[in-house]
C-alpha cells in the first residue's frame, strides 16, 4: 500500500522559514510527479506546488510564487517544500500528493495518493 507522510509543520512568525519534507513509500517514486497542496478552515484545498518526475520542471501558485521552492530527491523517495517570508495567510493544513501525469495539475481530485497533512501556522 501506498503512504505519504509528511513533516516539518510547526509555528512560526511572520517573515520566518519552515522546510516541510513528505516521505514516500509502496510506489515507484520517480514514476509519480508530486504536488503540495494547501487547506485553511473554511477554505477549499489550494494547489501549492508541483514538480515533475525528475525534478527537472516545477510549477506554484500566484499566491506563493517567489517565496516557496519545491524539490525532490528520488533516491530518498522523498519531496521538499522549502517555506520562506511566511505570512498569516500562509496558516494552512499542507498536504502533498502523488499522480502520474503533470494534467490538471491544480486540480486536488485528479491525484491518486495523499498523505496525512501537517499543520503549518504563522503569527503576526
Known amino acids: 500500500q501506498v503512504q505519504l507522510v509528511e513533516s516539518g509543520g510547526g509555528l512560526v512568525q511572520a517573515g520566518g522559514s519552515l522546510k516541510l519534507s513528505c516521505a514516500a513509500s509502496?510506489?515507484?517514486?520517480?514514476?509519480?510527479?508530486m504536488g503540495w497542496f494547501r487547506q485553511a478552515p473554511g477554505k477549499e484545498r489550494d494547489f501549492v506546488a508541483l514538480?515533475?518526475?525528475?525534478?527537472?520542471?516545477?510549477y506554484y501558485g500566484d499566491s506563493v510564487k517567489g517565496r516557496f521552492t519545491i524539490s525532490r530527491d528520488n533516491a530518498k523517495n522523498t519531496v521538499y517544500l522549502q517555506m520562506n517570508s511566511l505570512k498569516p495567510e500562509d496558516t494552512a493544513l499542507y498536504y502533498c500528493a502523488a499522480k502520474m501525469s503533470m494534467t490538471r495539475r491544480t486540480t486536488h481530485k485528479t491525484y491518486d495518493y495523499w498523505g496525512q497533512g501537517t499543520q503549518v501556522t504563522v503569527s503576526s
Open positions: 514538480i515533475s518526475w525528475s525534478g527537472s520542471t516545477t
Open positions: 509502496g510506489l515507484t517514486f520517480s514514476s509519480y510527479v
